[in-house]
Nanobody, 125 residues
Framework: QVQLVESGGGLVQAGGSLRLSCAAS????????MGWFRQTPGKEREFVAS????????FYADSVKGRFTISRDNAKNTGYLQMNSLKPEDTAVYYC??????????????????WGQGTQVTVSS
């Protein structure tokens, strides 16, 4: 089992930045790929970014490419999502997720075994 806890969400103006953190516990963090997803009411959970177990390879949704950066610090059992140039359409609940480490982008929620509780990000115009 892996437990994930997100933090760092909040209210920010358009053009601003936030950094989300995902603290992992329970199993060796480096045994897992990590992903970030987001969801708004009435919509399906949407892929944002993912990173392989080592942090060496990253994948992004086209909507955030060039603005968001996913990273991880395995020594601290923590993953991050740096979000810059935020837009109102980035408003959502953001979730981190983990799956056993194999190479791949893994853009679908069903491909992940463990989820955090989510953190709200609101971008005002």
């Amino acid at each position: 089992q892996v437990q994930l806890v997100e933090s760092g969400g909040g209210l920010v103006q358009a053009g601003g930045s936030l950094r989300l953190s995902c603290a992992a516990s329970g199993r060796t963090f480096s045994d897992y790929n990590m992903g970030w997803f987001r969801q708004t009411p009435g919509k399906e959970r949407e892929f944002v970014a993912s990173v392989t177990w080592s942090g060496g390879t990253t994948f992004y949704a086209d909507s955030v490419k060039g603005r968001f950066t996913i990273s991880r610090d395995n020594a601290k059992n923590t993953g991050y999502l740096q979000m810059n140039s935020l837009k109102p359409e980035d408003t959502a609940v953001y979730y981190c997720a983990a799956r056993p480490s194999t190479y791949g982008a893994y853009r679908l929620p069903r491909q992940y075994d463990y989820w955090g509780q989510g953190t709200q990000v609101t971008v005002s115009s």
